[in-house]
């Protein structure tokens, strides 16, 4: 079957709704809600035998800020302006500022949504850095808050909200109480249904669906809109090679199956037009321990290339523009532990920075220069060339030394897509001229929303961004 069959070619449809959601993760069913809530009919079409996608499958970290409750029952300072400052020094010019000044000017009622929906949420603040708390507190600094160039942007303030008590299995608890609530809202739910198909009227206005049930096409009427919420491509072998050829071999695709780009393609079939395409997160996971940040990153010349107190998206960022993606951590042994979450190799030791050298097979004298001079500046409080914070500056002169070897096509980072449908916040996909296909919206990883590029991105912005304007997509479609 074609992606788009025209209206002409359909005597009756099979079934009828409103508003016809695709996809029960994330970002489909925060639309599901909000498009029964007020007052549409709702069907939803999941592919896989049950929801929850790629949003069960995660952390749950919800990266907001503003002067959540959460924030303000902890004593922690954040006001949207400053929300905002940080959100635009990570996304520059490539962000959205309408998306981004609805985010930030909305997070707050935002949380009070999720604890609404029975997600509970823990007064607890943990201070520490990792990837997510394993405390069972519910707030935490996740991105680049508290590093360099972002300090100089706005006051670094905590803002990854995780359902209390969860460590990473946040997402089955917030996807438990989500779903529940669709349910509940009495959302026609669908499993086993793939979306395979938009049906397009003579004036382009999509009016319904095709999806695949029980080996059969089905025929869907949505006389208020399809809302494409099918997540992100990066199962998508034949996308990934088009649009991420440098990742396409090197990474540990991170997401759930159906992560296949269908919202996307479909999308761009009935007209739309897609952005960001080039754009990935790309993890790697430099911490815990902690301790590891006093270590440096170094290339294969021996050169520094970041500062080591980013958020691992960041860190991958850089990573991937090294030379062949080869890079190490140089560490003395006050410092050494191995990363929690990633295989690395040790790749040379010695009890001077010039033996660590010559093993590596490092041109002479690049690395001993790059210690030399990171030391001198370290033992002053001060890293002159990347500007690490001083509570991770400390000369690394306690032999012996070792290099450890993160190359990424040894430790495959995990990645995910940042591309996809241009819509407006409101999740009304637009053509290439910038008009919108009446009748189509989308939300969630198959559209660019908040977060464009690993160098800016911090856990919690996809959450965040697919249930927030998955709920702006899902009222949207209801008042077409
Ligand atoms: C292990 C892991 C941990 C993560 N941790 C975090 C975190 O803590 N915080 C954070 O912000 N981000 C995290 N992320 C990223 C984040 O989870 C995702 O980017 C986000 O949840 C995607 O939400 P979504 O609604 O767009 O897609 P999903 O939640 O994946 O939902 C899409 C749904 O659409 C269905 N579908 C696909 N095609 C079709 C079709 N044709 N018809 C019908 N249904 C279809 C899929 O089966 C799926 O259920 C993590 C990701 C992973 C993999």
């Known amino acids: 079957m074609s992606d788009i069959v025209p209206l002409r070619d359909i005597p009756e449809f099979d079934l009828a709704t409103d508003v016809l959601v695709a996809g029960f993760g994330g970002a489909g069913a925060s639309a599901a809600l909000e498009a029964r809530r007020a007052g549409a009919e709702v069907m939803v079409l999941e592919s896989s035998s049950g929801g929850g996608g790629s949003t069960q499958m995660s952390a749950c970290e919800m990266y907001l800020g503003g002067g959540t409750a959460l ?21 520059g010019d ?40 394993m405390t069972g507190d519910s707030l935490q600094y996740t991105g680049n808050e508290r590093a360099w160039p972002f300090t100089e942007t706005a006051a670094a303030a905590p803002r990854g909200h995780l359902p209390a008590d969860a460590d990473h299995s946040g997402g089955l608890v917030f996807m438990g109480h989500l779903m529940e609530r669709v349910r509940e809202s009495g959302a026609d739910i669908r499993c086993d249904a793939r ?27 949505a006389t208020r809109g399809v809302v494409l919420c099918t997540g992100g491509f990066i ?16 990474a540990t695709r991170h997401g759930n ?12 079939a009935a007209g739309g037009n897609v952005i960001n395409m080039g754009e990935a997160f790309v993890g790697i996971a430099h911490y815990p321990p902690p301790q590891l940040t006093y270590g440096i990153f170094v290339n294969e010349q021996g050169q520094r290339f970041v500062n080591e107190d980013v958020y691992l998206a960041r860190l991958g960022h850089y990573a991937v523009q090294q030379t062949g993606g080869r890079v190490y951590m140089f560490i003395d042994n006050r410092h050494f532990e191995r990363p929690a979450y990633l295989e690395v190799d040790i790749v040379a030791v010695g009890e001077s920075v010039a033996e660590v050298e010559s093993e590596a097979g490092f041109p002479e ?35 012996p030394f070792a290099l450890v070897s993160y190359a990424l096509d040894q430790i495959r980072p995990p990645v995910f897509t940042l591309g996809g449908l241009e819509v407006r916040p409101t999740g009304e996909v637009l053509r290439p001229d910038g008009s919108e296909i009446s009748g189509l919206y989308g939300a969630g990883r198959t559209v660019a929303g908040i977060p464009r590029t690993s160098a800016g991105y911090a856990s919690g912005m996809s959450v965040a961004d697919v249930t927030f304007f998955g709920r702006l997509a899902g009222r949207q479609a209801a008042a077409n």
């Not at 902890?74 to 959100?87: A, C």
């Not at 001993?368 to 002159?384: C, I, L, M, S, W």
Request: with cysteine.
């Open 94 to 133: 490539n962000c959205d500022e309408e998306r981004l000044k609805l985010f930030c000017e909305g997070a707050v009622e935002h949380f009070d949504w999720a604890e609404s929906l029975g997600v509970p949420y823990k007064r607890g603040f943990f201070s520490g850095r990792d990837v997510v708390a």
């Open 71 to 91: 924030q303000h029952d902890l004593g922690i300072e954040d006001s949207v302006d400053n929300f905002y400052r940080y959100l635009k020094a990570c996304f």
């Open 257 to 268: 199956p159906g992560d296949r780009g269908d919202g996307i393609r479909l999308g761009q």
């Open 195 to 221: 979306l395979t198909a938009l049906v397009q009227d003579d004036q382009g206005r999509v009016v319904g669906a095709i999806a695949r049930i029980d080996n059969r096409d089905v025929s869907i009427a």
């Open 235 to 250: 199962m998508n072998e034949t996308m990934t090679r088009k649009y991420l050829p440098d990742l396409d071999s090197i």
């Open 365 to 399: 004298g690049a690395l001993q220069h790059t210690v030399e001079f990171y030391n001198r500046h370290a033992a002053k409080g001060e890293d002159p060339l990347f500007h690490k914070a001083k509570d991770w500056l400390m000369p690394l002169d306690c032999a």
